[in-house]
């Protein structure tokens, strides 16, 4: 469907690249190649028919990664994905340091005044980043730098999936605990009926998978606890792609 999408994420993301971080144009054009051929092996989550998918990147340390994963992710916010989830290792450091870059990256909001309730409407709606090169379209995020995923500063925000009709981000640790509200709040307040799935398309980006992600139990129907959280996630959208790093 590449023709017929408006590449918006993506354009301004470029742009960021190139004017702001002074990435040179080749270096975007292979980015912008590789991001097309990975996007190309999820779902579309523009057809009518379920699916889960799961793939995995390889990069060398150093190698950018983080900015494969991050054209990735607004390009398939460009392809119609609703709700990208993104794994961001076990720590909160971690988790603050993506969060943090994903704002400028993805974003273009700080999400601490965002999800701040008391903050001011101008502030919380200031461009950062990416938010520089356009904001005729929004993504919304669920989580802050301040804040993992946490169900009270949505509900005082009056933050919910069925309120938004831009692509929701949520950049959340390998926690148990975490995974397993994420995955209750969600499916308490989404799932349709008829299928008993959630009926929005998911990608799930598991930053450094090799890590806490793996099944590491010999049996299969009762995997490691991390693992079990991540296929729970997946199994409870109607289209879901995985996507490991």
Same mark, same amino acid.
């Given at each position: 469907r590449r023709a017929d999408l408006d590449f918006f994420f993506w354009n301004r993301y470029k742009k960021f690249l190139e004017q702001a971080k002074k990435w040179n144009p080749r270096v975007t054009a292979a980015l912008d190649k590789v991001s097309d051929e990975i996007l190309d092996l999820l779902g579309d989550p523009k057809s009518e028919i379920g699916f889960q998918r799961r793939g995995l990147v390889l990069g060398d340390v150093q190698s950018g990664k983080t900015a494969n994963y991050t054209a990735i992710i607004n390009k398939a916010a460009d392809a119609g994905y609703r709700v990208i989830i993104v794994l961001a290792g076990m720590i909160e450091n971690l988790r603050q340091q993506t969060q943090s870059r994903l704002d400028a990256e993805f974003s273009g909001r700080k999400s601490e005044y965002y999800l701040d309730p008391s903050a001011d409407q101008n502030i919380k709606n200031t461009p950062v980043g990416v938010g520089r090169y356009g904001t005729n379209k929004h993504i919304v995020s669920f989580t802050s730098v301040a804040k993992d995923f946490d169900i009270n500063v949505l509900k005082s925000n009056n933050l919910a999936l069925q309120n938004v009709s831009d692509p929701v981000i949520l950049v959340v640790k *390998? #926690? *148990? +605990?975490? &995974?397993? #509200? &994420?995955? +209750?709040? &969600?499916? *308490?307040n989404n799932t349709d009926p008829k299928i008993g799935k959630i009926k929005l398309p998911l990608l799930l980006v598991d930053d450094e998978a090799d890590n806490a992600s793996v099944n590491t139990k010999s049996e299969d129907d009762a995997p490691a606890a991390i693992n079990k959280c991540i296929r729970q996630l997946l199994n409870g959208f109607y289209q879901a792609s995985y996507l490991g790093i």
């Open positions: *390998k #926690n *148990k +605990r975490i &995974l397993t #509200n &994420l995955f +209750r709040w &969600l499916s *308490k």
